[in-house]
C-alpha cells in the first residue's frame, strides 16, 4: 500500500487493501480487506467500499455511497451522492448468498446520478449519464442518457456530459469541445478527425 494518499483519521482502511498515490478518503469511510483503488481517487465521507472492489483512476465517490462486492468502476467514474449498487438479485436476512454476488461494471468516464440504484449484473457503458434517483434494471449502452424508475434512455450525451443533437446524418457536435459523434443502429461512437 503507497503511503502517498491521504485518510482522515476516521477513516477505517483493513488489511490487504491496495491504496495508491493521490487518493483521498474522506471522514467516517470504511475501505474493507482487498480493495484496490487507483491513483487520485476522492473517497467522500460516510463511503463503504466491500471486500475486492476495483476503482480504476480518478474515480470521484460522493457521500454515503456503499460500493459492494462484485462492482468495479473503471478510470474517471463519477458516483453521485448517495446513490446505491446492489450485488444479489434476491438478498434475503436467514440465506447466504455471498456465492452468488452479480458483477457490476461502471466503464470508463460514466457518471451516476444522486440516488440512483444500479441493481447487480447490469452494465454501465462509457461514458454514460444516469440521472438522479433512476433506478438502472438493464445495461447501459455507451454515451446513454438514463433517467427514471426503471432508467430508461432519453439521449446521447459527450464525454463532457452535454446532451448530443443528432443531424439527419446521425452526426453530433459536442458544444464544449466541438468533438463529433457519430449515431449509428442506435450505437454512438466518437468520430475520429
Known amino acids: 500500500m503507497s503511503e502517498?494518499?491521504?485518510a482522515h483519521p476516521s477513516a477505517v482502511i483493513d488489511d490487504g487493501c491496495e491504496i495508491a498515490k493521490g487518493v483521498k478518503i474522506w471522514h467516517f469511510s470504511h475501505i474493507m480487506p482487498n480493495c484496490k483503488i487507483g491513483e487520485r481517487c476522492n473517497i467522500g465521507q460516510n463511503v463503504v467500499i466491500s471486500p475486492d472492489v476495483l476503482l480504476g483512476t480518478n474515480v470521484k465517490v460522493q457521500n454515503n455511497v456503499s460500493i459492494y462486492t462484485g462492482v468495479i468502476c473503471e478510470d474517471d467514474v463519477f458516483l453521485g451522492p448517495s446513490?446505491?449498487?446492489t450485488n444479489v438479485i434476491n438478498p434475503r436476512s436467514a440465506v447466504n448468498r455471498k456465492?452468488?454476488?452479480a458483477r457490476t461494471t461502471v466503464k470508463k468516464g460514466a457518471s451516476i446520478g444522486a440516488n440512483a440504484t444500479i441493481v447487480c449484473g447490469n452494465d454501465i457503458g462509457r461514458y454514460a449519464f444516469i440521472?438522479?434517483?433512476a433506478v438502472v434494471t438493464k445495461n447501459v449502452p455507451d454515451y446513454a442518457l438514463v433517467v427514471g424508475n426503471p432508467a430508461k434512455q432519453v439521449g446521447w450525451v459527450s464525454e463532457y456530459g452535454h446532451k448530443l443533437q443528432f443531424n439527419d446524418q446521425g452526426i453530433a457536435e459536442?458544444?464544449?469541445t466541438q468533438e463529433k459523434y457519430q449515431l449509428n443502429n442506435n450505437s454512438v461512437v466518437k468520430v475520429n478527425e
Open 4 to 6: 502517498d494518499f491521504f
Open 83 to 85: 446513490m446505491v449498487f
Open 99 to 101: 456465492a452468488e454476488y
Open 131 to 133: 440521472g438522479a434517483g
Open 174 to 176: 459536442c458544444p464544449e
